[in-house]
């Protein structure tokens, strides 16, 4: 068993028992993988000088020694995911300092996590909460980000609560991703904003906290994916019409936006579910781009523009309960890729345009709850599902 090089063993919680005195000696042993290992830590004569990959996810650990730390001097990866009795995890820098991975997901007890700084090769640190943005890994201590090395590209800390800004963020200068779903964030710095040339997805979802974002044209140039999803207290975004690379944007359930920004022309999601928008900016005119566009339960929005013809490329138009919209306008049958129109519970909305014919590739038309809606006009032959249920001063169709 000595020259043992690779072990895996996949549990089920409870299922392995093991004596408290269990040893094994594996000193060669280069990638160890167990699920749901049931002891509070590793066996005292397991010396993981050779060890590349640690992962333990969902373990019964306390701390991987009961005793001093022992080094690692090969390691780069440990995952430690759902651990949740894990108290301690030793001093990666002085023990594993070619750490390339490190994963501790869900370790709700685990209070703090010690320095950083000599990981010189670390890419990825994910720390997100217990099983979404809003449990676990709530008071967390998060060591001071400038002491990590700038080779960092993926950056989780979705669900640590206790983070109300990010310290010294422009000495990550290769970021790729960062992700802090249900932070108490108000704002991303206390001071000016640090360049993120590289960074591409970003996501701040649910920090209900979060008053402002910096302007991303200016020092995130190639983002790709923004999800601000549920941030309650934003209430305004600057301009994104530069980030000419930018796909995705989810605003969703930020309801107190109620200007659009103006988007730039590549996007191809656009989630306005829920904010407070009146009207659209002009550069819809300009979205040659977009697949979907989402605006269910924009109570304030009364109208669309009829530029929204512009969007050639567009599959799904989402308008559900949007309560004081009254009109469709009639360049919707430009729309030739538009396969899902969704208007449900639209209670003001009393008819809709002729030119709704015209949607050459409609499947699906939800029209349920249209209180107003008195007749329908025409409708294409490749329609497969209609529903108009609820309709109630529906008098033809």
């Given at each position: 068993m000595c020259n043992l090089r690779f072990i895996e063993v996949c549990a089920m919680p409870n299922k392995v028992l093991l004596p408290e005195n269990f040893e094994f000696c594996?000193?060669?042993?280069?990638?160890?993988?167990?699920?749901?290992?049931?002891?509070?830590?590793?066996?005292?004569?397991?010396?993981?000088?050779?060890?590349?990959?640690?992962?333990?996810?969902?373990?019964?650990?306390?701390?991987?020694?009961?005793?001093?730390?022992?080094?690692?001097?090969?390691?780069?990866?440990?995952?430690?995911?759902?651990?949740?009795?894990?108290?301690?995890?030793?001093?990666?820098?002085?023990?594993?300092?070619?750490l390339e991975f490190l994963y501790l997901n869900g370790c709700k007890s685990l209070v703090e996590i010690r320095s950083l700084q000599n990981l010189s090769n670390l890419v990825k640190l994910r720390m997100r909460g217990a099983n979404s943005y809003n449990c676990g890994m709530e008071e967390i201590r998060i060591p001071d980000l400038s002491s990590i090395a700038p080779n960092l590209e993926f950056l989780y800390l979705n669900g640590c609560k206790s983070l109300v800004e990010i310290p010294s963020l422009q000495n990550l200068s290769n970021l790729v991703e960062l992700r802090m779903r249900g932070s108490k964030l108000i704002q991303l710095w206390n001071g000016g904003d640090k360049p993120l040339g590289n960074l591409k997805l970003m996501d701040l979802s649910y920090s209900n906290d979060l008053i402002r974002i910096p302007n991303l044209s200016s020092i995130a140039p190639n983002l790709e994916f923004l999800y601000l999803k549920g941030c309650w207290s934003l209430v305004e975004i600057?301009?994104?019409?530069?980030?000419?690379?930018?796909?995705?944007?989810?605003?969703?359930?930020?309801?107190?936006?109620?200007?659009?920004?103006?988007?730039?022309?590549?996007?191809?999601?656009?989630?306005?579910?829920?904010?407070?928008?009146?009207?659209?900016?002009?550069?819809?005119n300009h979205l040659s781009q977009l697949v979907i566009l989402s605006l269910d339960e924009c109570i304030a929005l009364e109208s669309l523009p009829s530029s929204i013809g512009n969007l050639k490329r567009l599959e799904e138009l989402h308008l559900a309960e949007c309560s004081r919209l009254v009109t469709i306008p009639s360049s919707i049958g430009e729309l030739k890729c538009l396969e899902k129109l969704f208007l449900p519970n639209c209670s003001n909305l009393a008819s809709l345009p002729e030119s709704i014919k015209q949607l050459s590739k409609l499947k699906r038309l939800n029209l349920r709850s249209c209180e107003r809606l008195k007749s329908l006009p025409g409708l294409p032959s490749c329609l497969e599902l209609l529903r108009a249920n609820d309709c109630r001063s529906l008098e033809s169709a």
């Open positions: 594996a000193q060669a042993l280069r990638c160890l993988y167990w699920d749901y290992y049931p002891l509070e830590s590793l066996p005292l004569n397991f010396w993981p000088q050779n060890l590349v990959e640690l992962h333990m996810p969902s373990s019964n650990l306390i701390q991987l020694w009961n005793g001093g730390d022992k080094p690692l001097g090969s390691l780069k990866l440990m995952d430690l995911s759902d651990s949740r009795n894990l108290i301690r995890i030793p001093d990666l820098s002085s023990i594993a300092p070619n600057p301009s994104l019409q530069n980030l000419s690379k930018l796909t995705e944007l989810y605003l969703n359930g930020s309801n107190k936006i109620k200007d659009c920004p103006e988007i730039p022309c590549n996007i191809r999601i656009l989630k306005l579910d829920g904010t407070g928008i009146e009207q659209l900016p002009s550069s819809i």
